[in-house]
């Protein structure tokens, strides 16, 4: 993600214009370091997106599609921890309780669970200067984290938990709705003050379409503000 978006600003920087064409790869790659697989793994995930069109034989040019720009872009996927920069949070991640659990019908479909199979339920709250801002239950398959779940350390971002144990995100399918907090959360967890929500139900996938987590996220909906380009 950090190449692709380094492109992004790259274009944006230089002001291209729609059919105009980007640097090329030795460029970017001088530019933006890492290796050459590297960025053309970001030029294809911009290639899929819409943004750059290839023409053999020429190069990769910026489409329309590439010039338009929302502050940010609820089809964006990355961590919380990522997105908190962009909004100004700086979180403090509290883990409200995990366990190893059986999933319901939903999470079972969802992860693609075999008969018998267990998830762990890991509950936590992001909180900006103590006060809490996004409510957080994800669902990991069990299968995937070698370790005892009490050995883990889940105050972190959950995108690196799974990356050091093999299993890296790369993208997801989201539903997005306004709903309130669950009141079981609400009574447990003292978040009668928490308002109206924006949640985001999220399957994560590796990049080879491995589903590996479930996760449901409520944004404080006076705290947030999602954007998104009609094409």
């Known amino acids: 993600m950090r190449f692709r978006d380094g492109i992004l600003n790259l274009v944006a920087e230089r002001g291209l214009k729609a059919g105009e064409k980007i640097p090329t790869e030795a460029e970017l790659k001088a530019h933006l370091g890492g290796s050459r697989p590297t960025i053309r793994e970001a030029l294809k995930l911009l290639e899929q997106a819409g943004i ?28 919380i921890t990522e997105m908190a920069g962009h909004f100004g949070y700086s979180y403090e991640n509290r883990v409200l309780g995990f366990s190893e659990e059986t999933p319901d019908k ?14 762990i ?38 995108n690196a938990v799974l990356e050091r144990y093999g299993y890296p995100p790369r993208m997801s399918t989201a539903e997005a709705r306004a709903e309130m907090l669950p009141e079981s959360a609400v009574s447990r967890h003292g978040l009668s003050d928490f308002g109206p929500a924006f949640l985001i139900d999220e399957t994560v996938f590796t990049r080879s379409g491995e589903p590996i987590m479930f996760a449901s996220d409520w944004y404080k909906g006076s705290h947030f503000a999602f954007n998104f380009a009609r094409k």
Not at 106 to 119: D, N, Y
Request: charged share 25%; aromatic share 6%; with cysteine.
């Open 52 to 79: 750059l069109s290839v023409e053999h034989g020429r190069g990769r040019f910026l489409t329309a599609a590439g010039t338009l720009h929302v502050a940010r872009s609820i089809t964006h996927f990355e961590s």
């Open 106 to 119: 939903a999470v079972r479909a969802a992860l693609k669970l075999a008969p018998g199979e267990t998830i």
């Open 121 to 158: 339920r890991l509950e936590r709250l992001r909180l900006h200067e103590r006060k809490p801002l996004i409510y957080c239950l994800a669902m990991i398959r069990r299968s995937l984290i070698s370790d005892p779940i009490y050995e883990v350390d889940w105050s972190g971002s959950l």
